[in-house]
């Protein structure tokens, strides 16, 4: 028997398993394939900054409470596990293209009042700082402090760590079922049998609804879809990521070009498309001509986990004592992987979490029958 059970082996589930494990708890992770092989895996791994003392909005408090994770979870699980999950301050440049110039000074100030340090660029300044961008471009504003994860590498080098400390990790092990006694789930059950505990945390990402519909509960979570092309050239043009509206470039040291990303609500269709593959690419040669001589490298896409209103569900589930809800992070679970691993251990020990978990409570989108 454990003291907890955590089905989805995503980026939310391992962390909260090895924020557990280090704690002294036992824990199980089950994945109904391998681990870290959907949206983790999938996403760009950008870590945009934020600051505390500004934070006015509960998601903007989430990512003010994780950014300043990341240097010490990173340094953790590379003494660890021996990778390094590439973990960067990269800086960010943000561009206004023509579509978005009407938005441009509150998208600035948006930015300010985060306290972060906003760089503003004129077109001089912009041109003088990045010379690889596309004439067109006119204005811009720079985040020295916006970082970067690989994501995949990140994955790596937390399921390495998981293992070394003992968490019982169970692949190709899909939860199809749950025991339960009254108000507590007791096990949950694999096609192998029951594997009992004694709290149950779900972070199954997008497919988490039909995991709580083996209990009878309704779960207002979607997935929503997201394309990513893949490019890389042999000297790198660019090491900042570059913004422009919801679109980006996303550079790797080591040549590669991650341009994303289109956004879809297609079910559970991971497919790319040719619209989205020629979108993507149009976007990234429209802001940086140089990327005409850029080597296509692949495309794949992933499903963000999105909550009725985009915020994640954190907390309790209503109707059982010892059930806990880890899911729906939509565009930002990367980043606030590390805070949530956080809150949810504060929670299952029984002490008070660092920030008010009630903006991210169940009740706003999960009904018991
Ligand atoms: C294109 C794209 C770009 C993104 N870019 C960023 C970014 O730059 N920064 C950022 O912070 N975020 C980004 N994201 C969002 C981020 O990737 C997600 O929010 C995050 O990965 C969600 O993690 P998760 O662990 O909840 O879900 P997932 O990674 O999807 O993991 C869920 C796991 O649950 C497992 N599972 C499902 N059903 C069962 C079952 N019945 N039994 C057992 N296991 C089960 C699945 O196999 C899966 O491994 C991006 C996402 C996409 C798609």
Same mark, same amino acid.
């Given at each position: 028997?454990?003291?907890? =059970?955590?089905?989805? %082996?995503?980026?939310?589930?391992?962390?909260?398993?090895?924020?557990?494990?280090?704690? /002294?708890?036992?824990?199980?992770?089950?994945d109904?394939?391998?681990?870290?092989?959907e949206?983790?895996?999938?996403?760009?791994?950008? +870590? !945009?900054?934020?600051?505390?003392?500004?934070?006015?909005?509960? %998601?903007?408090?989430?990512?003010?409470?994780?950014?300043?994770?990341?240097?010490?979870?990173?340094?953790?699980?590379?003494?660890?596990?021996?990778?390094d999950?590439?973990?960067?301050?990269?800086?960010?440049?943000?561009?206004s +293209?023509?579509?978005?110039?009407a938005?441009?000074? =509150?998208?600035?100030?948006?930015w300010?009042?985060?306290?972060?340090?906003?760089?503003?660029?004129?077109?001089?300044?912009? *041109?003088?700082?990045?010379?690889f961008?596309?004439?067109?471009?006119?204005?811009?504003?720079?985040?020295?402090?916006?970082?970067?994860?690989?994501n995949p590498?990140?994955?790596?080098a937390? +399921?390495?760590?998981?293992?070394?400390?003992?968490?019982?990790?169970?692949?190709?092990?899909p939860?199809?079922?749950?025991?339960?006694? %009254?108000e =507590?789930?007791?096990?949950? $059950?694999?096609?192998?049998g029951?594997?009992?505990?004694?709290?149950?945390?779900?972070?199954?990402?997008?497919?988490? !609804?039909?995991?709580?519909?083996?209990?009878?509960?309704?779960?207002?979570?979607?997935?929503v879809?997201g394309?990513?092309?893949?490019?890389?050239m042999? *000297?790198?043009?660019? $090491?900042q990521?570059i913004?422009?509206?919801?679109?980006?470039?996303?550079?790797?040291?080591?040549?590669?070009?991650?341009? /994303?990303?289109?956004?879809?609500?297609a079910?559970?269709?991971?497919?790319?498309?040719?619209?989205?593959?020629?979108?993507?690419?149009?976007?990234?040669?429209?802001v940086? !001509?140089?990327?005409?001589?850029?080597?296509?490298?692949?495309?794949?896409a992933?499903?963000r986990?999105?909550?009725?209103d985009?915020?994640?569900?954190l907390?309790?589930?209503?109707?059982?004592? =010892?059930?806990?809800?880890?899911? %729906?992070h939509?565009?930002?679970? +990367?980043?606030?992987?590390?805070?949530?691993?956080?809150?949810? *251990?504060?929670?299952?020990?029984?002490?008070?979490?660092?920030?008010?978990?009630?903006?991210?409570?169940c009740?706003?989108?999960?009904?018991?029958d």
């Amino acid at each position: 028997m454990m003291d907890v =059970n955590i089905i989805g %082996g995503g980026v939310i589930g391992l962390s909260i398993a090895y924020e557990l494990v280090k704690q /002294g708890l036992t824990v199980a992770v089950f994945d109904r394939q391998q681990f870290g092989e959907e949206a983790s895996w999938a996403g760009a791994g950008m +870590l !945009p900054p934020a600051k505390m003392e500004c934070a006015t909005t509960p %998601g903007g408090q989430l990512r003010a409470a994780s950014q300043p994770l990341w240097p010490e979870w990173s340094r953790c699980l590379q003494e660890e596990s021996g990778i390094d999950n590439g973990y960067l301050n990269c800086g960010g440049l943000h561009v206004s +293209l023509s579509e978005e110039v009407a938005d441009w000074q =509150n998208y600035v100030d948006d930015w300010r009042r985060t306290g972060t340090v906003v760089e503003e660029l004129d077109s001089v300044s912009l *041109r003088e700082r990045a010379p690889f961008l596309s004439e067109q471009i006119q204005s811009g504003f720079y985040l020295p402090e916006m970082g970067q994860v690989r994501n995949p590498r990140h994955m790596k080098a937390l +399921l390495s760590a998981c293992a070394s400390r003992g968490v019982a990790l169970h692949a190709g092990a899909p939860v199809i079922g749950f025991k339960t006694e %009254g108000e =507590n789930v007791t096990g949950v $059950r694999t096609p192998s049998g029951v594997h009992r505990a004694g709290q149950t945390v779900i972070a199954g990402g997008a497919w988490s !609804p039909e995991v709580l519909s083996r209990l009878g509960i309704q779960c207002d979570l979607i997935p929503v879809q997201g394309q990513i092309v893949l490019l890389s050239m042999k *000297r790198l043009l660019f $090491r900042q990521v570059i913004e422009a509206g919801r679109r980006y470039l996303v550079p790797r040291s080591d040549g590669k070009i991650l341009i /994303g990303s289109t956004e879809k609500q297609a079910g559970f269709n991971k497919e790319n498309t040719a619209e989205g593959v020629a979108g993507l690419i149009a976007f990234a040669q429209s802001v940086v !001509p140089g990327l005409k001589e850029a080597t296509f490298e692949r495309a794949w896409a992933g499903l963000r986990p999105k909550s009725i209103d985009g915020l994640p569900y954190l907390g309790r589930v209503a109707g059982y004592q =010892n059930l806990i809800m880890a899911a %729906g992070h939509y565009r930002d679970g +990367l980043q606030l992987s590390p805070i949530t691993a956080k809150l949810i *251990r504060q929670l299952i020990c029984g002490e008070e979490p660092e920030i008010s978990l009630e903006p991210f409570s169940c009740s706003r989108g999960i009904q018991t029958d």
